[in-house]
């Protein structure tokens, strides 16, 4: 197969993370859909399948590791260099520990992966879709993002990876004020669990908690595209809660003074 995406009236979504999960399921959708993809991911045996498999349309599997900058600075180049339909950033590393207990190089690979990476693959694709007048990104976030204080469960700890998810909403919001006159959609995708591979490579066996599948979430992050909503959340069926949150944060923001707080100015030494 060519290197090189022949057909230019065809769209084209570059998905990060497309070997496995919600990004294996994104590429299936969008190919069924017509799109030519990018697909990025760090197995080639299962980029190699998923051309294999998406015969109808052109892929293009690249390895890169989007934990090191040499991985990043690569497919930026990609997303500045291709007339993008959509970017789908949803690669993620499973590094779910007690803060005091996740060894320093596992905490920059999760933040280089889920803060990093997409900001800067964000930041080389806009420029094209915004001269273009057309494009949409969609940051694979979690429902945690809204749950940092809710009780652990299972979870041994997860205070980073919840800050990850709470950075790409906050992405989303703030780039969706920026090019929403420009033709541009921005998503944050915030799932529940999810039946994929993510928590088994952390060795939590939920398999008996009830699971929403990725192709249901690539579902919901579809259509909410068509609806205009920046926060997707495939399994919260009162939309007005999201509403709700949001508008909690622009009061407390709008609620600010540069006087001191009075129950500052009561404390006593």
Do not use: W
């Not at 779910?96 to 990476?117: D, G």
């Not at 622009?250 to 404390?267: C, E, I, V």
């Amino acid at each position: 197969m060519s290197s090189i995406i022949q057909d230019t009236a065809a769209p084209l979504a570059l998905i990060t993370g497309a070997s496995s999960g919600i990004g294996q399921a994104f590429a299936r959708r969008l190919g069924a859909e017509g799109y030519n993809l990018i697909a990025i991911g760090r197995r080639r045996e299962r980029l190699d399948a998923l051309v294999t498999e998406l015969a109808n349309v052109e892929v293009r599997p690249i390895v890169a590791d989007l934990g090191i900058d040499a991985g990043v600075e690569v497919v930026a180049d990609l997303c500045a260099a291709e007339s993008l339909t959509m970017l789908v950033n949803n690669a993620g590393v499973a590094h779910y520990m007690p803060f005091t207990e996740l060894p320093a190089q596992k905490a920059a690979e999760l933040l280089q992966v889920k803060t990093v990476a997409p900001t800067m693959l964000s930041r080389a694709a806009v420029p094209g879709m915004v001269a273009r007048q057309s494009g949409a990104i969609i940051n694979v976030s979690g429902m945690l993002a809204y749950g940092a204080s809710a009780p652990l469960g299972p979870a041994p700890g997860r205070a980073t990876y919840v800050a990850t998810l709470a950075h790409l909403v906050a992405l989303s919001q703030a780039l969706h004020e920026e090019l929403k006159g420009h033709g541009v959609r921005v998503q944050a995708l915030c799932p529940g669990i999810v039946a994929t591979e993510f928590h088994e490579r952390q060795g939590m066996d939920l398999s008996a908690l009830p699971r929403m599948s990725p192709e249901d979430v690539v579902t919901a992050s579809l259509r909410g595209l068509e609806l205009g909503e920046v926060v997707c959340a495939p399994g919260v069926e009162r939309v007005e809660l999201l509403d709700a949150a949001q508008q909690a944060n622009l009061a407390a923001f709008a609620g600010q003074s540069p006087q001191l707080a009075q129950r500052y100015r009561d404390a006593k030494p």
